[in-house]
């Protein structure tokens, strides 16, 4: 079992920044990848950033240049610094993670989602 908790959603307006974090917490003996993703209303959930234990990033390719992601592996958090926000970035921003239990089954999780608003 592994518990992700999201924090650091809320309103803002276009060029405002936010910060999302995100804790895992549970029977974890490995994180592998930790991401975020979005789900805009009528859309489909889509891939923002992931980033892998040994520190490497993707990024989709609209946020590029505006969006950080990191993560702290001794804590088992990762952060998604959102600057330059824009109307469109507006979606339910879920945490992901996938790793290693305990016990050595493999486990992939989400978090429950923190809404981001961006006002034009």
């Known amino acids: 079992q592994v518990d992700l908790v999201e924090s650091g959603g809320g309103l803002v307006r276009a060029g405002e920044s936010l910060r999302l974090s995100c804790a895992a917490s549970?029977?974890?003996?490995?994180?592998?990848?930790m991401g975020w993703y979005r789900e805009a209303p009528g859309k489909e959930r889509e891939l923002v950033a992931t980033?892998?234990?040994?520190?490497?990033?993707d990024y989709a390719d609209s946020v590029k240049g505006r969006f950080t992601i990191s993560r702290d592996n001794a804590k088992n958090t990762v952060h998604l610094q959102m600057n330059s926000l824009k109307p469109e970035d507006t979606a339910l921003y879920y945490c992901n993670a996938n790793g290693v239990l305990a016990w050595a089954a493999p486990f992939e999780y989400w978090g429950q989602g923190t809404q981001v608003t961006v006002s034009s």
């Open positions: 980033i892998t234990s040994g520190g490497s990033a």
């Open positions: 549970g029977s974890i003996a490995r994180i592998n990848t």
